[in-house]
């Protein structure tokens, strides 16, 4: 009787822990780029009431043959907290600078603290990419971005935002301005080539990305020039990520590779002017959320009958 009580207690503390994971989902329904959890339960730990046997092969007089064996389980645990890193809608938001990644990209931020300029190898070959494996950065699914005062790109907790530079402003024949793959750097108004030796930014008046993530400005004297063009990073594993606070994710041990690279329909274009939307399901939650609520009923009737068995056993002697 006492593994009974055992048992709802092991039910218990899970389905509590469900019903923690189901409360920050909802309490998230209007976070931007909020990934929802699922929280995963398994049975626990079991003992053998009758261990089995096969039997004999070539049985003979009086030999039995196999039996099951026969175990006793001690309630549920949980298994795991998966989140949900499936793409959600966008919310306009009428801001130029607002992105988000229409896809499973994720944006590289940061302090600076360090230029990002790993190339990858595969096989002693070098392929486009940088190697975001070893830290050093954020990822994250929110791109509410403005410019600081010293021209830098950066997100609305004052993180970085990293991408390519571009090499000059001169365009090519296709009238595309050449970027520095080689490197990930912090996003920032380059130099105005008609500056002396030491150098001064272009006065920008406005801001705007386009889907491949090319940031362009345009000058006081409605000069075009490139600022940068964002990267994304592309997660081999996201439910390894580390999320940190806020909406934040570092590399995990089992994130596996992290590549940063320029935005792709493999990994979603950017969508200025939108951000976003939490993918909270409120049905399934509210739903989950009822049965759970059963469970853990049920699992204090179990508590409550054995605990009126025992007293029944304590009585049983008047």
């Known amino acids: 009787m006492v593994k009974s009580m055992n048992a709802a207690i092991a039910g218990l503390k899970a389905h509590q822990t469900r019903l923690d994971v189901l409360g920050n989902n909802i309490a998230n329904v209007n976070t931007w780029g909020y990934k929802s959890r699922t929280t995963n339960f398994q049975d626990s730990v079991y003992t053998n009431l009758k261990s089995g046997q096969g039997g004999s092969a070539t049985p003979t007089v009086g030999t039995l043959g196999g039996i099951n064996t026969s175990q006793l389980g001690y309630g549920s645990v949980v298994s795991s907290v998966s989140t949900n890193f499936g793409n959600t809608n966008g919310q306009y938001t009428g801001n130029d600078l607002d992105c988000m990644v229409d896809g499973t990209g994720f944006f590289i931020v940061g302090p600076y603290n360090q230029t990002l300029n790993t190339q990858i190898e595969i096989q002693g070959s070098v392929v486009p990419g940088i190697d975001l494996s070893g830290g050093g950065a954020y990822f994250s699914r929110v791109g509410i971005f ?173």
């Open 146 to 318: 403005n410019p600081d005062a010293n021209g830098y790109l950066v997100d609305s907790s004052g993180n970085y935002v990293y991408g390519y530079a571009p090499v000059s402003q001169e365009k090519d024949e296709n009238g595309q301005v050449t970027m520095n793959y080689d490197q990930l750097v912090p996003i920032r108004v380059p130099l105005n080539e008609g500056a002396d030796a030491n150098g001064e930014l272009y006065t920008v008046s406005s801001w705007r990305i386009g889907q491949d993530g090319t940031v362009v400005g345009t000058t006081i004297d409605k000069q075009i020039i490139t600022i940068g063009q964002i990267a994304v990073a592309n997660i081999e594993n996201p439910n390894g990520l580390n999320q940190k606070s806020g909406y934040y994710y570092e590399v995990g041990q089992n994130s596996g590779r992290c590549v940063g690279m320029p935005t792709t329909e493999a990994t979603g274009l950017i969508n200025s002017g939108f951000l976003e939307m939490s993918n909270t399901d409120l049905a399934f939650d509210f739903a989950t959320m009822i049965t759970t609520e059963r469970g853990y009923q049920a699992n204090t009737k179990i508590i409550t009958v054995t605990d009126e068995i025992l007293e029944q056993l304590v009585n049983m002697k008047r």
